[in-house]
């Protein structure tokens, strides 16, 4: 069976839901209305040996829960509080979930914040699109990778294991700026400034305020979510976990409830600017869990080609997110925001 852009989680849960039934799955920022509330409802589906939702209020967690139970009564369910902009709440969690946990078959790191209007900081004092899309799952997903490994090492097919970034188009608007990671106003090379040309022709206008550019941050963090998968999968394919980092398309959730907040009405009509004018047409919530549920599932997708997947397919990143050297360069920047070292 063949999936493109106008599939949805549901049927493609259906398609693998061999490859799900008996698994352990955890996934990160569920909430009502999402797509990770999508997600979790398509797996759910399918029998899953356990699924943990995760998502940073309880609120969140019974909301999905209940509407999970409604309608597959069976499926066991564990809540999870995790503050990823808090590396306490992300230590905290990995800690409750290694105790109730004995392998993890699949993470789906789905938690996501955009376009933060004004600079803000984190608990730990990290711009906080950065700490929260990616910092706080890397700091997560390695202190819960020992339940991997016992899932890789017990699975019957390899590369089964896998670790799923969800990432977005909007990578394309910036690197990594290592010179400036945090958005101080210091000066970074050419190579880590932002394409101002696709920021222009997808958003309109760029306002920088500070030293602080919010779809600049959002990027940036998005790049990240691509070297992290890229990273995962160049040390940890050999013991049969793989990773790959999604675009799940332009959903009407709240995560773009910071988009437009800041384009002057006057600029919105000689523009002619709607939201999907700016981002491409939408999908439904449905559809875009598709790409996530079929990163997770697809056995016979495994990387070699491509990490990362939008519309159920293999796609190409932009070259500064498909980059070894940056890869390894945001690892080692990685751990020294966490303040411990990882070896895969």
Request: aromatic share 8%; proline share 3%; charged share 20%.
């Given at each position: 069976?063949?999936?493109?852009?106008?599939?949805?989680?549901?049927?493609?849960?259906?398609?693998?839901?061999?490859?799900?039934?008996?698994?352990?799955?955890?996934?990160?920022?569920?909430?009502?209305?999402?797509?990770?509330?999508?997600?979790?409802?398509?797996?759910?589906?399918?029998?899953?040996?356990?699924?943990?939702?995760?998502?940073?209020?309880?609120?969140?967690?019974?909301?999905?829960?209940?509407?999970?139970?409604?309608?597959?009564?069976?499926?066991?369910?564990?809540?999870?509080?995790?503050?990823l902009s808090s590396q306490?709440?992300?230590?905290?969690?990995?800690?409750?979930?290694?105790?109730?946990?004995?392998?993890?078959?699949?993470?789906?790191?789905?938690?996501?914040?955009?376009?933060?209007?004004?600079?803000?900081?984190?608990?730990?004092?990290?711009?906080?699109?950065?700490?929260?899309?990616?910092?706080?799952?890397?700091?997560?997903?390695?202190?819960?990778?020992?339940?991997?490994?016992?899932?890789?090492?017990?699975?019957?097919?390899?590369?089964?294991?896998?670790?799923?970034?969800?990432?977005?188009?909007?990578?394309?608007?910036?690197?990594?700026?290592?010179?400036?990671?945090?958005?101080?106003?210091?000066?970074?090379?050419?190579?880590?400034?932002?394409?101002?040309?696709?920021?222009?022709?997808?958003?309109?206008?760029?306002?920088?305020?500070?030293?602080?550019?919010?779809?600049?941050?959002?990027?940036?963090?998005?790049?990240?979510?691509?070297?992290?998968?890229?990273?995962?999968?160049?040390?940890?394919g050999k013991g049969g976990?793989?990773?790959?980092?999604?675009?799940?398309?332009?959903?009407?959730?709240?995560?773009?409830r910071n988009m437009f907040?800041?384009?002057?009405?006057?600029?919105?009509?000689?523009?002619?600017?709607?939201?999907?004018?700016?981002?491409?047409?939408?999908?439904?919530?449905?559809?875009?869990?598709?790409?996530?549920?079929?990163?997770?599932?697809?056995?016979?997708?495994?990387?070699?080609?491509?990490?990362?997947?939008?519309?159920?397919?293999?796609?190409?990143?932009?070259?500064?997110?498909?980059?070894?050297?940056?890869?390894?360069?945001?690892?080692?920047?990685?751990?020294?925001?966490?303040?411990?070292?990882?070896?895969?």
């Amino acid at each position: 069976m063949s999936f493109g852009s106008q599939s949805t989680a549901t049927e493609v849960a259906v398609a693998f839901g061999k490859y799900i039934r008996g698994k352990t799955v955890l996934m990160t920022g569920v909430s009502p209305e999402s797509i990770g509330e999508a997600t979790a409802h398509a797996i759910a589906s399918q029998q899953p040996a356990r699924l943990f939702l995760a998502s940073r209020t309880r609120s969140n967690i019974d909301s999905v829960a209940n509407n999970i139970r409604a309608k597959f009564p069976a499926t066991p369910l564990h809540p999870l509080l995790l503050d990823l902009s808090s590396q306490t709440s992300v230590r905290q969690a990995a800690a409750e979930f290694n105790a109730s946990a004995s392998k993890l078959d699949i993470l789906i790191n789905n938690a996501g914040i955009m376009a933060v209007a004004e600079r803000t900081l984190s608990v730990d004092g990290i711009e906080l699109q950065f700490a929260t899309n990616h910092i706080g799952h890397f700091l997560f997903t390695n202190l819960i990778l020992d339940k991997m490994r016992v899932a890789a090492k017990e699975s019957e097919i390899r590369g089964a294991t896998r670790i799923i970034n969800i990432s977005s188009n909007g990578h394309r608007f910036s690197p990594v700026r290592f010179n400036d990671w945090n958005f101080e106003g210091k000066d970074v090379p050419i190579e880590q400034q932002p394409d101002v040309e696709k920021l222009m022709g997808r958003i309109g206008s760029i306002n920088w305020t500070n030293g602080y550019e919010k779809f600049v941050a959002y990027g940036q963090s998005k790049t990240a979510n691509i070297l992290f998968s890229l990273y995962l999968r160049e040390n940890l394919g050999k013991g049969g976990i793989l990773s790959f980092s999604v675009h799940p398309g332009t959903i009407g959730t709240n995560l773009i409830r910071n988009m437009f907040t800041d384009i002057k009405k006057q600029e919105a009509a000689k523009l002619s600017m709607r939201p999907e004018s700016l981002v491409g047409s939408y999908k439904s919530i449905d559809g875009g869990a598709s790409t996530s549920i079929f990163a997770a599932f697809d056995q016979c997708v495994d990387g070699t080609s491509s990490i990362y997947l939008e519309d159920c397919s293999e796609a190409t990143p932009a070259p500064h997110a498909n980059d070894v050297t940056l890869a390894h360069k945001l690892w080692t920047l990685s751990e020294t925001l966490v303040g411990q070292e990882f070896t895969l």
